[in-house]
Each structure stands twice: as structure tokens, then as C-alpha cells.
């Protein structure tokens, strides 16, 4: 009986059905916009690197402890300190310098950073040719794979674009082939990163020395592709060999750490183990603060965009429940004959509520269909953008299953509410009234 009310007034139950087609386009469409943006900036935080990995540096503050260059720097006792806490998996500390590399007539100029490298695979530092440095290496690096492809001739102008990581020979990347192969050709190292120019600073000038590369990395992120690795004790020893060749060395006590890079054993203990490393005075930083800041500005996005889409039920919601009205007043004399001929109150009131619920899934179940056909155009249109994050074309909106399983069963829901009070209202008519009225 109530799909045959409907279909008796089908341009009346179609132009309902219209505003909950326009509510669910707007709020499936708006949400999905949310959701694909949340998925790029969780690609992007992926792409930045690991985000069990917790920085500590020391906190500026008054209390903190000074090297001889007046430096904040970590004291070395809080290593074990560190290593002791609770989740924590791997630690080790961190010293960053420049250095300039040279192979024959090429040189790159590399950021290189001293660690403990037993626990480098902790950190996403794993070898993809050559091998790890061992304990027993003298002068030995690993290079992330971006680094053979910074060697540049000097001589030659158009090498300069290769010491920032360029793309060497061949522009392709699939077809890049590096000036230098750093674990066959022999490799010297200087700290002074104008060696070989005719630049004169007053001090003296130190001559190169040896050093091996013994492993290239694997593909991994910023913090490791464009960087050279080496052991942290042995990386102080040959700057403090450079520093009295040149001399510019002067004594120093214990000048502690600048950074210290920690592990945790899963994501879900990182807040708690950062929290705890402020509470003892470092200064913790770790990707999962970006990723948590990131989440809530795609929550709000999406809270706004759903908003949008609200609105536009609610106004088709009114519009259900003015037809039901409507209807109420037509079909006065069918519910008081029901009535008579002895139909269960309930019975009437669940024909409504079903006419109207009926009315909010055709609407929602359209809608559907015409969100998916306008996310798909979107995504056509954000392949013309280039790729993304991680080569994949980017995508301007996502529909996933859940929001189009609640789409369906909001709208019905919308519209079971919208009939609720009409259908009251068809419950309380009198039967004798309704028929002698009509």
C-alpha cells in the first residue's frame, strides 16, 4: 500500500526525493573531498620518514648544559638514561658536519652524519649494495643513493645542476648513471669545502684524505637518500685530525650531544615515551606531532564540508514531512476506513513511517549513484594535476564503503524522522470524523 501511494503521485514523490538526491550528493561529495585530502597528507607525512622516531635536542633554557663554543648540548650520561625507558627500542646519538668529497676531477659537497651504526637498521638505514659498516672500519661510509649522483666536474658548467641531485647522465631516471662508483673508486675527504679554489681564509690548507665507501643504501626518505653515514666516533676523530692539521683545534671537555635520535617499539607508545623525554627537560620532537596537527585540520575540513552538505538534508527532510502532511489530508478517508474495518493503530503509523522512509532511501540511493559519477569526474581532473605522493596519480576524492553504507542508511533514517510526526498525526484522526469529512 505505501509504494502504491507513492507511485499514485509520482511528480510529488519525485521532487521530494529530489532535495534528499541534492542533501546526499552534497554531504557524500563535500565528506569525500575531506577524506582524499586526509589521505594526501597522510602519503605525504609517509613519505617524510618514520614516525616511531623521536629527535631530542637540549632545551634552551638557562639550566642547560654548554659546550666550549656555548653550544646547548645533551650530556652523554643521558644515553643510558634514554636507553632504560620503557618502549623505547634503539638510541643513539647524532652529529651532523658538511664535507666535500672528491673522485679524480669530481667532487660533491654532502651533509654526513656520525651515529652509532649497530643500530642503524633500527632507523631505516639498510644496505642495498656493498655492505654495513662493522666496529672493526677505519674512515668507512654508507651513502643514501641520491648522494653518487651529487659528484660534479667542476670544469664543466653543466655539471652544477648534479651537486644538488641533479640527475647525472641521462635525464630519465630510470636511466641515470652516476659520474662516480663510489664502492670501487677511490674517495678522498676534507672538511674544507673550498679545497681546490683559489681562495685564500688565512689558515692552512689540509690536503684530502682517504676514506671507503663500503655500502649504498636502499630507496628510503629524506633522511637517509641524500645523506653519507658513519660511525659517530669515528666521524669526531677525523674532524678532530682535520681540525689540527689545520690548526684550528683547541682542548675540549665533554661536549656532549646536539642530538639524540630515539626508537620507539610501536607508534602507540610514541606519545607516551615524548611526554615522558619532556618531563625530564628535552626538547622531543617526532612526525606523529605533524601527522596528529595534519588530522585535525582534515577533521575540521571535513566537519565543514559535511556541514555544508547538512544543511541541504535538512531542508529536504522539511520537504518530507511537509508531503507526508499532505498526504495526511488527502487520504483522510482511506485511514478512517482502515480504522473502521478494524486496522491496528500501529499498522497506519508504520505505512507512513514506511512511505516516508521509502521516500529518503530512493533519494539517498540516487544520490549515491550521481556522488560517485561527480567523484569520479574530480579524479579525472586530478590526474591532469600530475602524480602525487609516491608517483600515483592524485586523487581529489575517495568514497569509500562506509560512507556510502551510511549515506544510505542516513537518509532513510532522515526520512523515517521527517514521517514520524505525520504519521502521529494519522494515528490520532478519528475514524468517523475522517470519513465524514471527506
Known sequence: MGIKNLMRRKLRTFLTALGIVIGTVSIVVMVSLGIAMT?????????????????????????????????????????EEIKGMDNVEAVTPMQEDYMLMISGKYRANVNIVGMDMSVADKFGIEIEKGRMISKDDRNAIVVGMEVPFRFMNPKNQDDGMRMYGGYGRGMDQ???VPDVNMLEDRLYYTFDQSYGYNYNDGTKKVKPEKIECVGILKQGDWRTNGYVYMDIEQLKKIKTSYERKKGTYKRKRDEGYSQIRVKV???????AVQEKLKNNG????????????????SAMVQMIFGGI??????????GITNTMIMAIYERRKEI?????????????KRLFLLESASIGLIGGTIGLGVSFIASHFLNM??????????????????????????????????????????????????????????
Open 39 to 79: 589521505k594526501s597528507t597522510q602519503d605525504f607525512v609517509d613519505s617524510m620518514g618514520d614516525v616511531t622516531i623521536i629527535d631530542i635536542r637540549p632545551s634552551y633554557d638557562g639550566n642547560a648544559k654548554k659546550n666550549s663554543n656555548g653550544q646547548y648540548v645533551i650530556e652523554g650520561k643521558a644515553l
Open 174 to 176: 630510470e636511466e641515470r
Open 265 to 271: 617499539n610501536d607508534v602507540k607508545n610514541v606519545k
Open 282 to 297: 628535552y626538547n622531543a620532537t617526532c612526525m606523529l606531532d605533524w601527522v596528529e596537527d595534519m588530522k585535525k585540520q
Open 309 to 318: 552538505g547538512a544543511i541541504s538534508l535538512l531542508v529536504a527532510a522539511i
Open 336 to 348: 478512517g476506513v482502515m480504522k473502521v474495518i478494524g486496522a491496528r493503530i500501529k499498522d497506519i
Open 381 to 438: 581532473l586530478g590526474k591532469n594535476m600530475g602524480p602525487g605522493m609516491g608517483g600515483e596519480p592524485v586523487k581529489l576524492s575517495i568514497i569509500p564503503f562506509w560512507l556510502a553504507a551510511s549515506a544510505l542508511l542516513f537518509t532513510a533514517f532522515i526520512g523515517l524522522i521527517s514521517g514520524y510526526l505525520p504519521a502521529r498525526k494519522a494515528m490520532k484522526l478519528s475514524a468517523l470524523e475522517a470519513i465524514k469529512n471527506d
